[in-house]
């Protein structure tokens, strides 16, 4: 585990808030000097906290206005049906995330579609041709609640 302080934190939660947010302007807010921002930025890539930069895109705008969680259950569970699964289910462009998980089903995937029709398709001809699949269970998404994939201690002790 990294080791990671007070302002690694800040940070953090202004290269969340911003990741165009310049080390000058961090090390402002923060009180010091730009290259030990950078240097800690640098620290954080190296040691994996930090895994990439990326923009956030809304999916309704790009006509994609329908997202499922399903709930999947396989009918064998050897490492290698696992495995063979996980790699099936990725291929699939409509799957955003898949989480191994633990309880009644063993996959939670999220699933973003332009509609109902799109995922009927979904269901039929790609997520049914997965073998070993024993049951999928779906769930829309009525209204999205929270999406900010920031961890919440991040913000605490946060100076402006």
């Known amino acids: 585990m990294a080791k990671?302080?007070?302002i690694?934190?800040?940070?953090?939660a202004f290269l969340h808030e911003d990741a165009f947010l310049s080390n000058k302007e961090m090390a402002a807010r923060l009180g010091m000097s730009a290259?030990?921002?950078h240097e800690r930025i640098k620290r954080m890539e190296k040691e994996g906290v930090i895994t990439g930069y990326r923009?956030?895109?809304n999916p309704n705008k790009l006509g994609k206005s329908l997202t499922v969680f399903c709930d999947i259950s396989l009918k064998e569970h050897a490492a290698d049906y696992l495995k063979q699964f996980e790699t099936d289910v990725m291929s699939l462009l409509?799957?955003?995330?898949?989480?191994?998980?633990?309880?009644?089903?063993d996959f939670l995937l999220k699933i973003v579609v332009s509609d109902m029709d799109e995922y009927r398709n979904f269901i039929l001809h790609k997520l049914a041709s997965i073998k070993n699949i024993g049951n999928a269970q779906s769930h829309f998404v009525m209204n999205q609640i929270?999406?900010?994939?920031?961890?919440p201690w991040l913000n605490q002790?946060?100076?402006e």
């Open 55 to 57: 923009a956030m895109i």
């Open 35 to 37: 290259t030990p921002v």
């Open 94 to 105: 409509e799957v955003q995330e898949c989480y191994c998980v633990s309880g009644h089903s």
């Open 4 to 6: 990671i302080d007070d």
């Open 8 to 12: 690694d934190k800040q940070i953090l």
């Open 146 to 151: 929270q999406n900010e994939q920031i961890l």
């Open 157 to 159: 002790g946060k100076k």
